[in-house]
């Protein structure tokens, strides 16, 4: 039965559905890796993803068009980064506290505000896939990666949009500098306090293109903590990747293609239960860590709030 | 710590705790339900009678034991989001001792055994964690909340193989522990049992640990200020070590005390109870400003909050995850009000 399965078919479906679950946590670990640059964690990542989620789910359900559920969802993920990047760089609140606080209000706002909107499972329009001409015709490679969704292409763009971003403009190098060092970057001329502001607004914003892609996109439903910890995996990815955007891709793409293989072999029933299955990409993780985590080396003022002198 | 100083304390908290009430009155405003009923529901409903009362000193138990566990841990620093897995592990352990072992060994010893596998389940769950963080300076809050999910897997694994009971028809369900081999009950025709008085004890061990030890003292220079604490030659890294472990030892021990006095039986839902209970510690821990005596004081109002919010969704059938939106709220106004605190002294 499982020979069966070791087929190039087989291994091209798993790294098409990796390719297209890959944004739910790409969007925001590209987004926490700018944040963190800047020196602000945002452990509240999965809350933000639970709350647009729904908010995508309950627009493109009422205007019948998911761009109108994505535009939503980024508004309110901007509402939200506003609220995070107030709290944690302007009045400097510890951001472990902060961020816990936001992901457990996000595990319980969505959760009631669906069942009270909705009495049975209703579902909703998505984006189409929307196969690019020619490259889509190539062999293996056009079915993986170019027969896709718009924000799954979004989503690979946004890699080097983000390493260009952070290493080669002026904006991005004020981002590291406030991550490094704050005291110079204050010194340098930089507002520090608005540049941390900007980063932690970026990175609620691309956690929310996240969260809306699970119901705008992925998913046709919404069920309850729909996210499943993707949040907090997007928090692993950035440290596996070194808070770089193009190192994170590797783990990134390891752990998303053991997640897929896990939920094609759940639907191939190969006698295997899904309760062990369902464990292998959180353990894939944690045994990684180790391995990933030598030579990572966190930018120095991560988490330190600075106080404008 | 003073009197004047404990009592602005409590102020600044009840202060947090003001904004995130109304936050939640707030919300079942806008679902549409009668706000007089849903606040009088919340406040005299769990008073009203015996068996409500009974019932907070059940969430009491729990709530306290994991917050006990999770302070300390906030004291050297490091942030146990896991107990929600501990609690579980410690408990399909608890369940595990009793099935493989109870036609060898009798009641009273068995029992005790019990408790102990208890928290050996939960400390072996915060092992990895404890690793990763101590070695590797990997992030505890991810590792512990990835494995929660992983703990869910593993109690479907259990229910389905090593602690499926003898008449579970298929159903994942487990044996019940029969009354030899429970904690008695403390009131009658209540789910409270004499696991109230053994977390109190758990409580106080907890106080001469914190308090009263060189561990306590090393546990808080720490946290204070790690590189200070390694320059006058505390080891960082172990005191994080033994604080995790510590942490989800205490977690797996709420777990068996709460199967061993109050539910007896496993089921799918066991998920549930752990997830409630070691997420909404988190806040105990918080608001009891990490002081065990402070925690025994703070998991006295969230358990009567939980049992109010239990009762609202009886009665007016508001959601139950009200309580979590309610208890984020409360964190984030917490470190608000704490900081402005700071700012007038």
């Known amino acids: 039965m499982l020979e069966a399965l070791l087929t190039v078919e087989f291994f091209i479906t798993a790294m098409a559905l990796t390719v297209r679950i890959a944004p739910t946590i790409l969007f925001a670990s590209l987004g926490e890796v700018i944040s963190e640059k800047a020196g602000v964690v945002n452990l509240g990542v999965e809350g933000v993803m639970l709350i647009t989620a729904f908010t995508a789910f309950y627009t493109s359900f009422h205007t019948g068009n998911p761009a109108m559920g994505l535009l939503v969802a980024l508004a309110i993920g901007a509402l939200i980064g506003l609220v995070h990047g ?70 690979l763009m946004l890699i080097p949009a983000v390493y260009l971003i952070i290493n080669h403009t002026r904006p991005g190098l004020n981002f590291v500098v406030c991550g490094e060092n704050p005291k110079a ?51 692993a990815m950035v440290y596996f990747g070194n808070w770089s955007p193009v190192r994170l891709l590797l783990p990134l793409l390891l752990y998303n293609f053991v997640d897929s293989v896990q939920l094609i072999l759940q639907t191939a029933d190969i006698g295997v239960r899904y309760y062990v299955l369902n464990m ?3 353990l894939t993780i944690i045994a990684l860590m180790p391995i990933f985590a030598r030579g990572v080396r966190p930018p120095a003022a991560l988490m330190k709030p600075f106080k404008q002198p | ?79 146990n989001v896991g107990a929600p897995g501990q609690f579980l592990v410690g408990s399909i352990l608890t369940m595990m001792v009793w099935k493989f072992l109870n036609p060898f060994i009798p009641p009273l010893p068995l029992t005790l055994l019990m408790l102990v596998g208890g928290a050996a389940g939960g400390l072996l769950w915060a092992l990895i964690p404890a690793v990763i963080r101590s070695k590797f300076g990997g992030n505890e809050i991810v590792v512990t909340l990835l494995l929660n999910l992983v703990a869910v897997s593993v109690l479907w694994w ?22 030899a081999y429970r904690i008695p009950s403390l009131i009658p025709d209540s789910r409270l049992s004499y696991s109230l008085l053994i977390a109190l004890a758990v409580a106080a061990v907890f106080y001469l640990l914190a308090e009263k030890t060189h561990f306590g003292l090393q546990v808080k220079s720490v946290g204070l200020n790690p590189t200070a604490a390694k320059t006058s030659g505390i ?41 409630d209970f070691g997420y909404i510690a988190i806040a105990v821990a918080m608001l009891g400003g990490a002081h065990p005596v402070g925690i025994l004081f703070s998991s006295i109002f969230f358990s009567y909050m939980m049992i109010g919010a239990q009762n609202m969704q009886r009665i007016i059938q508001i959601p139950f995850p009200l309580v979590y939106a309610v208890v984020g709220c409360m964190l984030i106004s917490l470190t608000l009000v704490q900081r402005i605190n700071r700012r007038a002294v």
């Open chain 2, 158 to 179: 259990a229910l389905d193989g090593p602690i499926r009971g003898r008449f579970s028809a298929g159903y994942p369900l487990s044996d019940v522990i029969p009354t």
């Open chain 2, 235 to 275: 080891k960082v890294g172990w005191t994080l070590f033994k604080t995790l472990l510590i942490a989800g030892a205490a977690a797996g021990f709420a777990g068996s005390l709460h199967l061993m006095g109050v539910l007896f039986r496993m089921d799918a839902g066991y998920a549930e109870t752990g997830n």
């Open chain 1, 185 to 235: 970057a204050h010194a340098a001329g930089i507002n520090v306090l608005r540049t941390r502001m900007t980063a932690v607004l970026i990175g609620s914003v691309l956690a929310s293109l996240s969260g809306a892609y699970f119901t705008t996109a992925f998913l046709r439903s919404y069920i309850t903590n729909i996210t499943f910890g993707r949040g907090f995996i997007a928090l």
């Open chain 2, 1 to 79: 710590m003073s009197f004047s100083y404990f009592f602005k304390l409590a102020a600044v908290n009840l202060g947090a705790v003001a904004v995130g009430l109304s936050l939640g009155m707030l919300i079942v405003y806008i679902t549409g339900a009668d706000i007089i009923l849903a606040a009088s529901t919340l406040i005299f409903a769990p008073l009203s009678d015996l068996y409500n009362v009974a019932e907070m000193f059940v969430w009491f138990t729990a709530l306290m034991v994991i917050a006990q566990g999770i302070g300390l841990g906030i004291r050297a620093g490091v942030w």
């Open chain 1, 86 to 155: 107030f709290l944690t760089v302007y009045l400097g609140l510890n951001q472990v506290v902060v961020g816990l606080g936001l992901w457990l209000f996000g595990l319980g706002i969505p959760d009631i505000l669906y069942r009270i909107s909705f009495k049975e499972v209703p579902t909703v329009k998505v984006f189409e896939e929307t196969p690019i001409p020619f490259l889509s015709e190539i062999p293996f490679i056009g079915p993986v990666i170019f027969k896709h969704n718009i924000l799954v292409y979004l989503a």
């Open chain 1, 280 to 282: 292998i990409p959180y």
